[in-house]
Nanobody, 119 residues
Framework: QVQLVESGGGLVQAGDSLRLSCVDSGRTFSTYYMGWFRQPPGKAREFVAGYRWRRGSSDYADSVKGRFTISRDNSKNTVYLQMDSLKPEDTAVYFC????????????WGQGTQVTVSS
């Protein structure tokens, strides 16, 4: 069973950095593909970083390339999203997601953590 809990969100100023964490309380974390998504106010949820099946590798949204970095520590059942040079348009609820091998889609979601970037 996958249970994802995000943390690390908050209110920051433009140009600041934040690191989001997502811990999985399950026992098979290392077997899952992981990703980060976000939902800006009044908009649909969008991909930020993580595994993309059509690419066959990790990828980033164009809007965050060069500023955000996804990483994982399987010994801690944790995936991270390091966010640097934050912009007001990065304001959103950020969700981590997990996908079982072979499914081709993210099927498990955390509850989200709010990131607000002031100008």
């Amino acid at each position: 069973q996958v249970q994802l809990v995000e943390s690390g969100g908050g209110l920051v100023q433009a140009g600041d950095s934040l690191r989001l964490s997502c811990v999985d309380s399950g026992r098979t974390f290392s077997t899952y593909y992981m990703g980060w998504f976000r939902q800006p106010p009044g908009k649909a949820r969008e991909f930020v970083a993580g595994y993309r099946w059509r690419r066959g590798s990790s990828d980033y949204a164009d809007s965050v390339k060069g500023r955000f970095t996804i990483s994982r520590d399987n010994s801690k059942n944790t995936v991270y999203l390091q966010m640097d040079s934050l912009k007001p348009e990065d304001t959103a609820v950020y969700f981590c997601a997990a996908a079982s091998a072979g499914t081709g889609t993210y099927g498990y979601w955390g509850q989200g953590t709010q990131v607000t970037v002031s100008s």
